[in-house]
């Protein structure tokens, strides 16, 4: 059983298209995140809901919109796409941040 | 703000050894530290969980330790093998929130 799941595995796209990434979790936890690893390995929050509820909100480009439709799901929309959102998009959940970290498996985003 | 140093950057050892991997971090309001592990091209396994209360957590061969007054961390892989060969990550939450701030990473090879 996956406890966190993300698709598509890869994403190849061109510049200026929109696409979306998909998150489930089966843990039950009430919090989940979206996290980008840059092309130097360096992972970094984007944004988090709790019980689909935007509590962090970094400093990202609005063209990356989260959705929570429920609190198992955390969708990551991007329009827009440029060469240097190019990364590996990670999905990870955990109770408030009280608990421990489940991450997914992650997507990997190449713009060309 | 929450800063979160490795190191090494990256370590090299032989089979069978035992091997200390570093981590400090600037805000001591933490409330959990996790240390990860991630292997090329895949997502990260959470590997121990340790909260703001606790002093050590231990899982088979590795021990992870936490001194919040100093902001350190340490993780121990006792005989080591070929299959620890994996990036290290760390991660601590920033003043106790949802929030993980995590480090670049240890690399570690260890040799057959």
């Known amino acids: 059983d996956t406890a966190v799941s993300q698709t598509p595995k890869y994403l190849v796209t061109q510049m200026g298209n929109d696409k979306s990434i998909k998150c489930e979790q089966n843990l039950g936890h009430d919090t989940m995140y979206w996290y980008k690893q840059d092309s130097k390995k360096f992972l970094k929050i984007m944004f988090s809901?709790?019980?689909?509820?935007?509590?962090i909100n970094e400093t990202v480009p609005n063209r990356f919109s989260p959705k929570s439709p429920d609190k198992a799901h955390l969708n990551l929309h991007i329009n827009s796409l440029e060469l240097g959102d190019s990364a590996v998009y990670f999905c990870?959940?955990?109770?408030?941040?009280?608990?421990?970290?489940?991450f997914g498996q992650g997507t990997r985003l190449t713009v060309v | 703000k929450q800063e979160v140093t490795q190191i090494p950057a990256a370590l090299s050892v032989p089979e069978g050894e035992n091997l200390v991997l570093n981590c400090s971090f600037t805000?001591?309001?933490?409330?959990?530290l996790q240390w990860f592990r991630q292997d090329p091209g895949k997502g990260l396994t959470s590997l121990l969980l340790?909260?703001?209360?606790?002093r050590e957590q231990t899982s088979g061969r590795l021990n992870a330790s936490l001194d919040k007054s100093s902001g350190r961390s340490t993780l121990y892989i006792a005989a080591s093998q070929p299959g620890d060969s994996a990036t290290y990550l760390c991660a601590a939450d920033q003043g106790g929130s949802e929030k993980l701030v995590f480090g670049k990473g240890t690399k570690l090879t260890v040799n057959p």
């Open positions: 809901y709790n019980n689909k509820e935007l509590i």
């Open positions: 340790i909260q703001s209360s606790q």
């Open positions: 805000d001591s309001a933490i409330y959990n």
């Open positions: 990870a959940s955990s109770h408030r941040g009280r608990t421990e970290a489940f």
